[in-house]
């Protein structure tokens, strides 16, 4: 389910590349997991401090374990519970022709959604992936609500529902430093 708005040119490949490319830099280990959960939970932080804006426009699932997104899932399950090794970005190919296209990345200058993205890894990058699940299944969520539903595997994630849990768990980190 998509939202009305979406203004911005991005795939999950772009988010999971900028994360990805956080945790190289910060020698921070990220396996396939983690960074399904870190792109989820971005993408639901999007829709709350951007206005409704989706992040991307994929269709997010619920799966046995939680919220999927399937082409992030499918480009590195390779890496099973390993961590995804540097220089490992998802890329563009070119099926005609097999070859590599590009590496997608978010624009330097998209500032909205770097604050996002950059709020987002502080926030979850220490995380593994039990806590994150943690944060991403728990009862009244999108997914669950999503899975429990009798829908099952494979139903889509309501924007809307995404859009209140993360609200909920914005609120709680912002009351969280308030009282540090």
Do not use: C
């Amino acid at each position: 389910m998509t939202t009305e708005k979406n203004n911005n040119p991005y795939r999950p490949a772009h988010i999971a590349n900028y994360i990805l490319w956080k945790a190289w830099k910060e020698n921070i280990e990220i396996t396939h997991m983690k960074l399904i959960k870190l792109v989820y939970i971005a993408y639901g932080w999007n829709l709350v401090i951007n206005d409704d804006q989706t992040l991307f426009e994929e269709d997010i699932l619920a799966w046995e374990h939680g919220p999927v997104i399937t082409s992030i899932y499918n480009e590195f399950k390779k890496f099973g519970n390993r961590p995804i090794t540097k220089g490992n970005y998802a890329a563009d190919f070119n099926i005609e022709t097999g070859e590599l296209s590009s590496v997608p990345i978010v624009s330097e200058d998209d500032s909205d959604i770097l604050k996002v993205l950059n709020a987002t890894w502080d926030n979850y990058k220490h995380k593994n992936v039990i806590q994150l699940s943690k944060i991403t299944n728990e009862p009244k969520s999108a997914w669950s609500i999503a899975y429990d539903n009798g829908k099952g595997r494979n139903a889509k994630l309501d924007n809307k529902l995404i859009k209140a849990s993360s609200l909920e768990v914005i609120n709680g980190l912002v009351r969280k430093s308030k009282s540090v």
